[in-house]
C-alpha cells in the first residue's frame, strides 16, 4: 500500500530525507534525473537557493529556460522522487528534453511512484499555464514510457541523437 504522497519544493525542512535520497542515487551508481539532483547538495541552503532562482528568468543563462523543481515526499519524511519542470522548450528541449524531467530513487522503484510524481507534475504544469506538456524518454526505458502511457501521453515522432540513441517523445495535455 503507498503511503501519503505529495509534491513539495525543497525544503530544509527535509534536509537528512534528501541527503538520503541523494546518497541513495550516488551509491547506485546510475545517471542521476533529474539533472538538478546531481548539484552536490553539501551546502544544502546554497543549493535550495539556486533551485528556487532557477525559477527566475533573471537568473536564467542564455540558451535555458526557467525551471522549478519538486520533491515527491511519502508521509511528510521521506524524499522518494523528484522532477523538474521546464516553463519552456528551447529548440533542444522539443527534441530531447521536454517539460519535465523526472527521477524516482533506486531503492524505491516499482511501487507506482513514477505514475504518481508524474500526475502530480502535470498539475504544476497546469497551474504554469503549460497547456500542452511535452515529455520525453529514451527508447530502451520501457519503466519510463508506461509511466507516459498511464498519464496519458500520445506519441509523437521520435527523435535521433547523434550517437544513435532513440528518444521517444510524447505530449500531455493536463
Not at 524505491?108 to 502530480?120: F, H, I, V
Not at 507534475?121 to 511535452?134: D, P, S, Y
Amino acid at each position: 500500500m503507498m503511503q501519503q504522497i505529495s509534491l513539495i519544493k525543497p525544503t530544509i525542512r527535509l534536509k537528512e530525507a534528501y541527503m538520503a535520497f541523494y546518497q541513495d542515487w550516488k551509491q547506485s551508481g546510475e545517471d542521476m534525473v533529474p539533472w538538478v539532483i546531481s548539484k552536490d547538495p553539501v551546502n544544502f541552503e546554497e543549493m535550495l537557493d539556486y533551485l528556487s532562482k532557477n525559477e527566475d528568468e533573471r537568473y536564467i543563462p542564455d540558451g535555458w529556460v526557467p525551471s522549478s523543481t519538486y520533491w515527491l515526499v511519502a508521509d511528510e519524511k521521506r524524499v522518494v522522487g523528484a522532477v523538474n519542470i521546464r516553463h519552456g522548450l528551447t529548440e533542444k528541449l522539443l527534441h530531447a528534453g521536454g517539460h519535465i524531467g523526472y527521477g524516482i530513487r533506486p531503492s524505491e522503484r516499482r511501487k507506482g511512484y513514477a505514475t504518481k510524481l508524474l500526475a502530480l507534475a502535470l498539475e504544476k504544469c497546469n497551474e504554469l499555464g503549460i497547456r500542452r506538456v511535452l515529455v520525453v524518454c529514451d527508447e530502451h526505458n520501457s519503466a519510463s514510457r508506461k509511466t507516459i502511457l498511464n498519464n496519458r501521453g500520445v506519441q509523437d515522432k521520435d527523435y535521433i541523437e547523434e550517437d544513435g540513441n532513440v528518444i521517444q517523445r510524447f505530449w500531455i495535455e493536463p
